[in-house]
């Protein structure tokens, strides 16, 4: 099946300094991923769109200039948390829709923590 | 707007009894509904999905969900648990060809020996 991939797993930081999350299709092709985070015992949250080619798209309180997402490539998003702070310490979750045949695929999560 | 509500935070079954999670949605027209779930420390997986063609639909593990327009509901079963089954259980709804994934809150499922 089609394979989702995040990059770090985890990763621990300072308050203040910036994190990148990577998300990347492995074996097929996606216009468009979208980024989520989880706090712990929570549902999952769309914070926003992330399409090839152009801007993201978010979603309704998500800070744009806080969470910076790059779609550089069909297989490759990036999610950049700038001047992170402890609050923003969550699960982030992308996932990607294949071009070929419209599924939508997870990746494993990130699990940020800022102290 | 589009909405799922997941009625139990919390399901605990005995091995090899059914299991029932319950869901209902909100849409002002058919929606795409799904049901994800999600093993600690593992990514999320496709439990199965409708988009409008037959009411019932089966997924993997036995898993299967019965769309009821006339209840606005789309609840989870499965006819015997197995141990392997505890984890978290997600109810999604997708407004239409968007490919946004709604979330409901989630339901544990606890199997018991």
């Known amino acids: 099946g089609a394979v989702v991939s995040q990059h770090p797993s985890w990763v621990i930081c300072k308050s203040g300094t910036s994190v990148k999350i990577e998300c990347r299709s492995l074996?097929?092709?996606?216009?468009?991923m979208f980024w989520y985070r989880q706090f712990p015992k929570q549902s999952l949250m769309l914070m926003a769109t992330?399409?090839?080619?152009?801007?993201?798209?978010?979603e309704q309180g998500v800070e744009k200039d806080k969470f910076l997402i790059n779609h550089a490539s069909l297989t490759l998003s990036t999610l950049t948390v700038t001047s992170a702070h402890p609050e923003d310490s969550s699960f982030y979750i992308c996932?990607?829709?294949?071009?070929?045949?419209?599924?939508?695929?997870f990746g494993p999560g990130t699990r940020l923590t800022v102290l | 707007a589009q909405s799922v509500t997941q009625l139990d935070s919390h399901v605990s079954v005995s091995e090899g009894t059914p299991v029932l999670l319950r869901c209902n949605y909100s849409?002002?027209?058919?929606?795409?509904l799904f049901w994800y779930v999600q093993h600690p420390n593992k990514g999320l997986q496709l439990l199965l999905k409708?988009?409008?063609?037959?009411?019932l639909v089966k997924g993997i593990n036995g898993f299967e969900a019965e769309f009821k327009k006339s209840e606005t509901s789309f609840h989870l079963t499965k006819p015997s648990a197995h141990m392997s089954d505890a984890a978290e259980y997600f109810c999604?709804?997708?407004?239409?060809?968007?490919?946004?994934?709604?979330f409901g809150q989630g339901t544990t499922l606890q199997v018991k020996p």
């Open positions: 849409s002002s027209y058919s929606p795409s």
């Open positions: 996932s990607a829709i294949s071009l070929l045949d419209y599924e939508q695929f």
């Open positions: 999604v709804v997708s407004p239409f060809n968007t490919g946004k994934l709604i």
């Open positions: 074996d097929f092709q996606a216009t468009t």
């Open positions: 992330s399409n090839e080619g152009s801007k993201a798209t978010y």
């Open positions: 409708y988009t409008s063609a037959a009411t």
